[in-house]
């Protein structure tokens, strides 16, 4: 599975069958994501079977955020996943895709009246919440209701995982989570609403993009001692533990199956950590880019060509509108001519540029890429995971299409 060369031309390599990008190209003039189902679904399951000798419940709740295509949702569910959300919208685009209100968590630290009230007549399965005030918010919408929330308490375990600033989240300076120092303050509020919230869990996210996972072992060590506290005190009623996302991917080795290694290292040091964990205890995790990331490419055609004294710029059809990456986060997305030139040929260094009216739209600074010409195709790889998502109409542009593949056929478009 995944994007690969064949005969010097780019695609989706499934099983037996090639997709060939050149060729679906030729018939295309604007930017579009393709996305490799099968290589998705893959992905889903060696994550899921990384946790295969815990005792536990798994509970795997894909996060949605990461590529919310109805497409990828759908096979996903097919395939076990569960979801976790982030607003309304979310629930709504969920529920049109197969998944029951059972199957979702929703996180986030700013869920409105409208939100909670939604999701607790749908009955969800749990709410991460992220502030006492959060939690009073939930306890009187409950009352009013006449309903029993179920509620998990998002802490923020005060790592610093090496990742991006902007995708931290487990460290004290962020906005996420509540300070273990503030339990007797949710036990309060608790006691305020008592028939009308029910503790029953523990949550954890540190951040995104994370390779180092020693961060979150920390992280889950130092949750699991207020845990083993908590089971003891009469406020909670512990049924889950969300140990939640942020593994990384290796977008420096175009190799996909790189990522295995790392999946493989986290998930038994996850397995571990979790061993003396009471085995009623549902366990959930929420992984978002290491399911989708590898699996989608940006596909991008060159404008024009452009030098001046100091730089050569190729200017393509896409940009900051469509992958944010790496104008927000300096992200480094590999990019690939779809199609090579068979034996040597001249090499030029390339500003990769998009039309936005912005220097900050840049899709790759300095890129060695074969000559180009007007009119060719380059892919932006690994953009399966915060690409189309995070697209917008800026300039008022035109989001891009997006494509599935699967079996080496279009079934989406
Ligand atoms: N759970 C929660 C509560 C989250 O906030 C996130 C991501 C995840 C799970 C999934 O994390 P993942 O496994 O995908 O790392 N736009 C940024 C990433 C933002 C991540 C936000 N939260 C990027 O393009 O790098």
Partial sequence: MSFTYKDNNLGVSQSENFFSLSSFSKNHDEPFYIYDLDGIVERFNVFKSGFSSLENNLRVHYAMKANSNKIVLSALKKEGARVDVVSLGEIKLALSCGFEPADIVFSGVGKSVKEITEALK??????NIESVAELERIGSIASQLGVVAPVAVRFNPDVNPETHPYITTGFRENKFGLNFSEIPRIDDVKKKFNDNIRLQGLSIHIGSQIRNNTSFVDALEKTLKHLYLLEKNKCWNIQSLDIGGGVGIHYDNPDAYSDHELMQDYSSKMVEALSGVNSAIDIICEPGRVIVGRFGCLMTKVEYIKQNEFKNFAIVNSGMHHLMRPCLYNAQHTILPVVKVDGPCK??????????????????????LPELQQGDWLGVMDAGAYGFVMASHYNQHELPQEIVVQNGQVIFS
């Fill in 122 to 127: 749908l009955g969800i399965y749990q709410i």
């Fill in 347 to 368: 090499q030029v260094l390339y500003d990769v540029v998009g039309p936005i009216c912005e220097s900050s739209d840049v899709v790759g600074h300095d890129r060695l």
